[in-house]
């Protein structure tokens, strides 16, 4: 199943792809992630480096998911347990809400944990944890995961290394890992707030080697006008 999506990203390079309206969030409208909206949201990240709590109090950044993340959690059986690391205001969460899946998300922002609370009030099989992600507390809601995201967060963590190794540790046996992220080639100069918060080219593949994961590719799309893209990619023990 995993390797249907792998093989539509294999040209390396994906600039259009048939989103589909996934679902209307609750104190935002937008229906699927097309990339000015990931653009909007990468930029806007950049901004908000030293103030989460302030980034997410306005209610206004929930992120509608691709449809290549609706995919993955269409092949997954009920109950299942999906984690999401830097969960923010849990808008993943919804759609794995409407997949009656176990849904856990972790975020070190109050605000964020507080519009994930309000997001999330209808699905019962919902927990929230606050905490930094950069120091994940032993909990025993993290554990077995089927399926961890890790979305537009990885750039942001000091000890990447760390925290691939911490998630490989919360998988269930055949469990995965799904990362979204700003890429930039090598070489490219961006201002610094938008270096910060994206990865050069090349460095999830080295991450994921040196932790023992490998990598495939679902789709790595360019954002509007430029040289960057949005990665997104699966990884497993």
């Not at 100069?189 to 080697?209: A, F, Q, Y």
Request: net charge neutral; proline share 4%.
């Amino acid at each position: 199943r995993v390797a249907e999506l792998s093989q539509r990203g294999q040209s390396r390079r994906i600039q259009h792809l048939d989103y589909s309206r996934v679902f209307p969030t609750h104190n935002a409208t937008p229906t699927s992630m097309t990339m000015d909206d990931a653009w909007h949201f990468y930029t806007m990240k950049s901004l908000a480096q030293k103030n989460w709590d302030k980034f997410f109090k306005s209610g206004k950044h929930c992120l509608p998911i691709k449809l290549y993340e609706k995919e993955l959690l269409d092949r997954l059986a009920t109950h299942t347990k999906v984690v999401d690391l830097g969960c923010g205001d849990a808008s993943l969460g919804i759609e794995v809400g409407k997949h009656n899946l176990n849904y856990v998300g972790v975020d070190y922002s109050t605000q964020a944990i507080e519009r994930a609370s309000i997001n999330l009030k209808l699905f019962p099989n919902v927990e929230l944890i606050q905490a930094d992600i950069n120091k994940l507390p032993t909990d025993q809601r993290l554990l077995d995961a089927e399926l961890i995201f890790i979305r537009f967060v990885l750039a942001h963590i000091d000890d990447k290394k760390g925290l691939l190794e911490t998630a490989k540790k919360l998988l269930r046996p055949g469990g995965k890992i799904f990362i979204l992220s700003p890429i930039r080639p090598a070489g490219l100069t961006v201002n610094k707030d938008l270096e910060m918060i994206s990865l050069v080219e090349g460095n999830i593949d080295l991450l994921c080697r040196e932790v023992g994961l490998s990598l495939e590719i679902i789709a790595e799309e360019h954002f509007p006008n430029e040289q960057s893209f949005l990665g997104a990619y699966l990884c497993q023990p």
